[in-house]
């Protein structure tokens, strides 16, 4: 072996630059969140390439003095952390900026050349320092605004090695544009803007106010329709370190996506990517999205730093919890209460192209004789009459035009109780599968069977079908179900969590468990296959016990889901008018009525406006 020897500092910085900045985004984020760091009020942003020529940044934050701005530029020097923290006795956990590692900025400039200029408030000039991948080739004054000017250009063009793993520009370009987007949805008080550079000139993408509202914000970013089909999220909750609370904007379920792309989870106002967090949301939208659909929102967690520990991997996306099991179900929580009491709505309009063959002209088949078609409409005769006939009709058609006409029949008013219920009065069937019913407001359109199936499984939640999951049915002999080690040492922790849901289980040997008793609704299910999944679901969320209990409720859950549909009215079922009327009336009290079990809207609207465009009156 050869000498151990301390490596040089631009090699240290290029090791340290492969976890921190992996790629245009992961610059661009660093930036940004220093721009926040310092108070900016106002952050734009210019991509080149899809920042794979040019990233710069620009802000109106407190600024930067010449010698700060060289220290900036050493590892680990950062001004995030009071002295309170880094001392002795300080808890680094504690840190509340987006930044404190003190690796970015030197990390940067040792992969790319790096233009920093900043002017602070009160100086009478600014200060620009230019470092060419670890080389400093200007450091002298600069004129510019209070605030800072942050330029990277030639990411990674003298370490080819890693230039050549970078995706096209447009790929790149769409990383730095959503980190953009999480960035400024966590701080709607801050105005953004983002803009391209091209042969074209430049380009706004994003131009984004201060002092907006939360919801105005995220509707902005992710869809404008977003508004109009979400509820809003509230909830506190007390933990022994002080508050809890989760906000934010949950998307209907019926409003989804086919990617899990427009899931913005924050914590403490950091963007994360957490395993945790995308589970706690496929949890509570577990009996109303279809397997391939996914939830639309932003989630904004709140709590105490002492129990989120941020200090995980260099990127500061991903974060590790002090109580995953109880943030898991807090949020799993706040979204069920919110969804229950705002998506009786179904954010499914009429269908456009559906629309669109409505609107359509009729046109003539080209064989149909245009008198006889015109004497089997306004006259009600047969088109096959004898041709005498024909003119006898034509004259007596002619008459009636030459006579005065009168106002055509007003059309009877939409009665009084139809106007005190938002489904309306049910008005018939279609293909005994579709009711028919007139609001005030429009015509609503009723799936019978996904309606239906619905209200049946909140009837068993009601009823306490819920507490009957619980009572377990004991094997006649037990099962041994053989797994690894560690997925038993997994399972037994949650045993006694488990237990409580009817699933007796207990340790059979170093790699086996045994199973005594599953829960009552699930007599004839795998005790090898639910185990396994169980283990796996444990080890992905944490191995609490409540964390395995909550598990097994949501799924228990999509067991009470099958139950409902195979309880519910079926579509070719004829229903009567009092049968129609009691389905819309207990649909409009009924919490999370506006999709069925499997996330398809159980009813839609057409409103007055779209009929009268049908016909041409608007």
């Given at each position: 072996?050869?000498?151990?020897?301390?490596?040089?500092?631009?090699?240290?910085?290029?090791?340290?630059?492969?976890?921190?900045?992996?790629?245009?985004?992961?610059?661009?984020?660093?930036?940004?969140?220093?721009?926040?760091?310092?108070?900016?009020?106002?952050?734009?942003?210019?991509?080149?390439e899809?920042?794979?020529?040019?990233i710069?940044?620009v802000?109106?934050?407190?600024?930067?003095?010449?010698?700060?701005?060289?220290?900036?530029?050493?590892?680990?020097a950062?001004?995030?952390?009071?002295?309170?923290?880094?001392?002795?006795?300080?808890?680094?956990?504690?840190?509340?900026?987006?930044?404190?590692?003190g690796?970015?900025?030197?990390?940067?400039?040792?992969?790319?050349?790096?233009?920093i200029?900043?002017?602070?408030?009160?100086?009478?000039?600014?200060?620009r320092?230019?470092?060419?991948?670890?080389?400093?080739?200007?450091d002298?004054?600069?004129?510019?605004?209070?605030?800072?000017?942050?330029?990277?250009?030639?990411?990674?063009?003298?370490?080819?090695?890693?230039?050549?793993?970078?995706r096209?520009?447009?790929?790149?370009y769409?990383?730095?544009?959503?980190?953009?987007?999480?960035?400024?949805?966590?701080?709607p008080?801050?105005?953004?803007?983002?803009?391209?550079?091209?042969?074209?000139?430049?380009?706004?993408?994003?131009?984004?106010?201060a002092?907006?509202?939360?919801?105005?914000?995220?509707?902005?970013?992710?869809?404008?329709?977003?508004?109009?089909?979400?509820?809003?999220?509230?909830?506190?909750?007390?933990?022994?370190?002080?508050?809890?609370?989760?906000?934010?904007?949950?998307?209907?379920?019926?409003?989804?996506?086919?990617?899990?792309?427009?899931?913005?989870?924050?914590?403490?106002?950091?963007?994360?990517?957490?395993?945790?967090?995308?589970?706690?949301?496929?949890g509570?939208?577990?009996?109303m999205?279809?397997?391939?659909?996914?939830?639309?929102?932003?989630?904004?967690?709140?709590?105490?730093?002492?129990?989120?520990?941020?200090?995980?991997?260099?990127?500061?996306?991903e974060?590790?919890?002090?109580?995953?099991?109880?943030?898991?179900?807090?949020?799993?929580?706040g979204?069920?209460q919110?969804?229950?009491?705002?998506?009786r709505?179904?954010a499914?309009?009429?269908?456009r192209?559906?629309?669109?063959?409505?609107?359509?002209?009729?046109?003539?088949?080209?064989?149909a004789?245009?008198?006889?078609?015109?004497?089997s409409?306004?006259m009600?005769?047969?088109w096959?009459a004898?041709q005498?006939?024909?003119?006898?009709?034509?004259?007596?058609?002619?008459?009636?035009?030459?006579?005065?006409?009168?106002?055509?029949?007003?059309?009877?008013?939409?009665?009084?109780?139809?106007?005190a219920?938002?489904?309306?009065?049910a008005?018939?069937?279609?293909?005994?599968?579709?009711?028919?019913?007139?609001?005030?407001?429009?015509?609503?359109?009723?799936?019978?069977?996904?309606?239906?199936?619905?209200?049946?499984?909140?009837?068993?939640?009601?009823?306490?079908?819920?507490?009957?999951?619980r009572?377990?049915?004991?094997?006649?002999?037990?099962?041994?179900?053989?797994?690894?080690?560690v997925?038993?040492?997994?399972?037994?922790d949650a045993?006694?969590?488990?237990?409580?849901?009817?699933?007796?289980?207990?340790r059979?040997?170093?790699?086996?468990m045994l199973?005594?008793?599953?829960?009552?609704?699930?007599?004839?299910?795998?005790?090898?296959?639910?185990?396994?999944?169980?283990?796996?679901?444990?080890?992905?969320?944490?191995?609490?016990?409540?964390?395995?209990?909550?598990?097994?409720?949501?799924?228990?859950?999509?067991?009470?889901?099958?139950?409902?549909?195979h309880?519910?009215?079926?579509?070719g079922?004829?229903?009567?008018?009092?049968?129609?009327?009691?389905?819309?009336?207990?649909m409009?009290?009924?919490?999370?009525?506006?999709?069925?079990?499997?996330?398809?809207?159980?009813?839609?609207k057409?409103?007055?406006?779209?009929?009268e465009k049908?016909?041409?009156r608007?």
């Amino acid at each position: 072996m050869t000498q151990i020897r301390r490596l040089p500092s631009h090699l240290v910085n290029r090791i340290a630059a492969g976890e921190v900045v992996e790629r245009p985004a992961a610059a661009l984020k660093e930036l940004v969140e220093n721009a926040i760091d310092a108070g900016a009020r106002r952050i734009g942003v210019l991509l080149a390439e899809g920042g794979l020529t040019r990233i710069q940044v620009v802000d109106d934050g407190c600024g930067m003095a010449p010698d700060a701005m060289a220290l900036a530029l050493e590892r680990h020097a950062t001004s995030k952390l009071p002295d309170s923290l880094i001392g002795p006795d300080g808890a680094i956990e504690l840190v509340t900026t987006l930044g404190f590692r003190g690796e970015a900025l030197p990390s940067i400039a040792s992969v790319a050349r790096l233009t920093i200029e900043s002017r602070e408030a009160d100086a009478g000039e600014g200060w620009r320092r230019v470092v060419d991948h670890g080389a400093v080739l200007a450091d002298e004054p600069a004129a510019l605004p209070p605030g800072t000017r942050v330029r990277v250009e030639e990411l990674f063009a003298k370490v080819p090695a890693r230039r050549k793993f970078l995706r096209s520009a447009r790929s790149e370009y769409a990383a730095c544009l959503d980190v953009v987007r999480r960035l400024a949805m966590a701080r709607p008080d801050i105005a953004f803007t983002l803009e391209t550079a091209g042969e074209g000139g430049k380009r706004t993408v994003l131009s984004l106010q201060a002092g907006e509202e939360l919801a105005t914000r995220v509707a902005r970013i992710i869809a404008h329709e977003l508004k109009d089909n979400s509820v809003a999220i509230e909830l506190v909750r007390e933990t022994p370190h002080g508050v809890m609370r989760l906000t934010g904007v949950a998307g209907l379920p019926t409003w989804n996506r086919g990617v899990a792309d427009h899931q913005y989870l924050f914590v403490n106002g950091r963007p994360v990517k957490d395993r945790l967090l995308v589970g706690a949301v496929r949890g509570a939208y577990a009996d109303m999205l279809a397997r391939d659909r996914h939830a639309v929102l932003a989630l904004f967690l709140a709590l105490p730093p002492q129990d989120v520990d941020v200090n995980v991997h260099p990127a500061k996306t991903e974060v590790r919890f002090r109580d995953s099991a109880g943030v898991r179900g807090f949020i799993v929580s706040g979204l069920r209460q919110a969804l229950a009491t705002g998506d009786r709505r179904s954010a499914q309009g009429p269908d456009r192209g559906a629309m669109a063959r409505w609107q359509a002209e009729p046109v003539r088949p080209p064989t149909a004789p245009m008198a006889p078609l015109l004497e089997s409409v306004f006259m009600g005769r047969d088109w096959t009459a004898p041709q005498s006939r024909l003119g006898e009709a034509h004259t007596t058609w002619n008459a009636s035009l030459a006579q005065p006409q009168g106002r055509a029949e007003t059309a009877a008013p939409v009665p009084a109780e139809a106007q005190a219920y938002p489904l309306g009065i049910a008005r018939g069937q279609v293909a005994n599968t579709y009711i028919v019913a007139e609001a005030a407001d429009g015509l609503v359109l009723v799936d019978q069977h996904a309606a239906h199936e619905r209200l049946v499984l909140e009837r068993l939640r009601a009823a306490g079908a819920d507490e009957g999951v619980r009572r377990s049915q004991a094997l006649l002999v037990p099962d041994v179900v053989e797994m690894d080690e560690v997925d038993c040492d997994r399972l037994e922790d949650a045993a006694e969590g488990l237990a409580r849901y009817g699933l007796v289980i207990d340790r059979f040997g170093p790699s086996a468990m045994l199973v005594r008793a599953l829960p009552a609704v699930l007599p004839k299910a795998d005790s090898a296959a639910l185990l396994r999944d169980l283990a796996d679901d444990i080890a992905k969320h944490g191995k609490q016990e409540d964390s395995g209990a909550l598990l097994l409720a949501e799924r228990l859950e999509l067991v009470l889901a099958t139950m409902a549909c195979h309880g519910s009215v079926r579509a070719g079922r004829p229903l009567s008018v009092a049968e129609m009327n009691a389905l819309l009336r207990e649909m409009e009290v009924t919490p999370r009525s506006g999709q069925c079990n499997h996330g398809r809207p159980t009813w839609v609207k057409l409103s007055m406006e779209d009929v009268e465009k049908l016909f041409g009156r608007h």
